[in-house]
């Protein structure tokens, strides 16, 4: 510190404000590290530290403002306003100039009364506005028996400050999204990529599949952009960042069920335009946190929002992998049991998509491990030559051994997932509600492959035939519709000596 300046005074000096900024910027960079700990501020005071070795791996232009910034010369380090203007267009895109800088003012402005715009129109059957928060689109036959699902808003729930402010970032998302956008065309491809070619994936149906979500977002249509424009990720961070932030900080402090539905609107809004590890590692846990909600309409959007998301990630870092089986599935048990009708239903309707993006990511998974087998195989070609044929019967072995244990370790992980499905499949199949029993039975032809042949006979099978003396015709009648796809995965002996004797039973009425 200098000597005249803010040491004897006790005036805090902008200096001061700068070097402590570039500690919080550069702690930020090193992943929550801190730049100095109180010897090493001694020693960097002395002119005994160098920081470059810290801050070797941070991006030069970042690296050159936290060092312009923490200089140990008050008078040499900028002021505010100078780093704004030289590091414009380089550490600070253009966007944050000309939108994001004062728009994050306003939000912060916002008024305790301000309230979005309301919608111009009521929506059919007076379910919430967002999509992502039906139980089923209008039109239904399931949504029809449910009846609609109410906000759960009892007479003390007035809007917070969140409330109001994830209200405004709502309504003006149609002019925030072209901030947004980054250079998406030229994305380099990919190492490990796992399609998923599941028929859940494929055309969905108007009016009975509940994804891909529909969001509902004023002056915005509602097809999500991944679905239209071939996308679903950001090949790096970029300025969607801030408004998820904002978003995910006042999320658990709303209390309106429409302002959390709102949320996740915007969160699959923003998707397109986040990396998929910002989509794992900073969006999931504010979705499954309303899992737990209060309200049962929350509790549906939520679960919806969830397999959504899910769905639109392509890759999957190593600290992901086992996404599924240790937080995901966890994180969804309570649902087989929830007092609701709707979110039952709801968990019912996304159990195929579930499994089969959990499937998908198991698979990513598995890829991600044979990668690693082939840079074992490089590092086979630096033993000794001296050594080289025991060397290479050596590897061979361990290269051997390494991809038998991949092979059994996803044989054990595919049957821990396929357990994992049944549990939660067996208690919805059983439910004491039909409507939910109906939703298990939509699209259940990519189940059935997901199970195979014996667990689709022991499980799917042996509940959906108690069907046939259910008084609900309708439950009947989504037996019969999907019985075809069981059956040809079930086995032509299942079907000779099993499905069709007790179907024709059943319609001659001597059941």
């Known amino acids: 510190m200098g ?14 404000d700068c070097f402590s900024a570039g500690c919080v910027i550069a702690e930020l960079f090193l992943e929550g590290t801190p730049l100095f700990n109180l010897s090493q501020l001694f020693k960097y005071r002395e002119g005994e ?65 301000y309230h979005a715009p309301s919608p111009p129109t009521a929506t059919p059957l007076g379910i919430a506005p967002s999509s992502s928060a039906t ?19 009892t007479p003390e729930a007035h809007p917070s400050e969140a409330d109001n ?51 509902y977002i004023l002056n915005r249509e509602s097809t999500l952009h991944s679905q239209r424009k071939g996308r679903k990720a950001a090949y790096e961070d970029g300025p969607a960042l801030i408004i998820l932030a904002l978003v995910t900080a ?29 989509k794992l590692d900073r969006m999931l846990p504010y979705i ?52 609701e009708v709707s979110v039952r239903c709801m968990f019912a309707q996304c159990i195929v998509q579930l499994a089969d993006t959990a499937l998908r990511y198991l698979e990513m998974g598995q890829a991600l491990k044979a990668h690693g087998a ?48 049944q549990d939660h499949l067996s208690a919805l199949l059983m439910d004491p509600s039909s409507i939910v029993k109906r939703a298990v039975l939509h699209n259940i032809s990519s189940l059935c492959i997901f199970l195979g042949r014996q667990k689709t006979n022991d499980v ?13 015709w309708l439950l009947r009648y989504a037996f019969f519709e999907s019985i075809v796809d069981v059956a040809a995965c079930a086995g032509g002996r299942s079907l000779e000596e099993y499905i069709l004797p007790l179907m024709v039973q059943a319609l001659s009425g001597e059941w």
């Open 3 to 16: 000597e005249t300046e803010g040491k004897r005074d006790g005036k805090v000096t902008e200096a001061m």
């Open 49 to 113: 530290l160098n920081v470059d070795v810290q801050l070797a791996n941070i991006d030069e232009g970042v690296r050159n403002m936290i060092k312009e910034m923490i200089a140990l010369d008050p008078s040499a380090r900028p002021s505010f306003d100078t780093i704004l203007h030289t590091s414009r267009g380089t550490v600070f895109p253009e966007c944050f100039y000309s939108f994001f800088h004062n728009y994050v003012s306003t939000v912060n402005d916002v008024s305790p009364t």
């Open 135 to 153: 139980t089923l689109r209008p039109g239904s036959s399931i949504s029809h028996a449910t009846g609609a699902p109410t906000m759960e808003t």
């Open 165 to 215: 402010r994830v209200e405004k970032l709502w309504a003006d998302y149609e002019s925030i999204e072209p901030y947004l956008l980054t250079d998406l065309d030229n994305q380099p491809p990919v190492d490990i990529t796992v399609e998923n070619t599941s028929a859940s994936t494929g055309v969905s149906r108007a009016f009975q599949d509940i994804l891909p979500v529909e969001l």
């Open 250 to 278: 006042h999320i658990r402090n709303c209390h309106l069920p429409t302002s959390k539905i709102r949320a996740l609107d915007v969160f699959l809004a923003l998707a397109c335009h986040l990396t998929d590890e910002a």
């Open 288 to 339: 499954i946190e309303l899992l737990h909600d209060e309200a049962a309409i929350v509790r549906s959007a939520a679960l919806r929002t969830l397999m959504q998301a899910l769905m639109l990630v392509t890759v999957i870092t190593p600290s992901n992998a086992a996404i599924f089986p240790e937080y995901v599935i966890p994180n969804l048990k309570h649902l087989v049991q929830d007092p």
């Open 374 to 421: 082939f840079k074992l195989a490089v590092d086979a070609q630096e033993y000794d030559q001296g050594h080289f044929e025991v060397g290479i019967l050596r590897i061979s072995s361990v290269i051997r051994c390494y991809i038998l244990g991949i092979q059994v370790s996803y044989e054990v992980s595919m049957q821990d997932l396929q357990n994992s499905i």
């Open 460 to 472: 799917l099978l042996s509940h959906m035939i108690t069907y046939l003396n259910d008084r609900d």
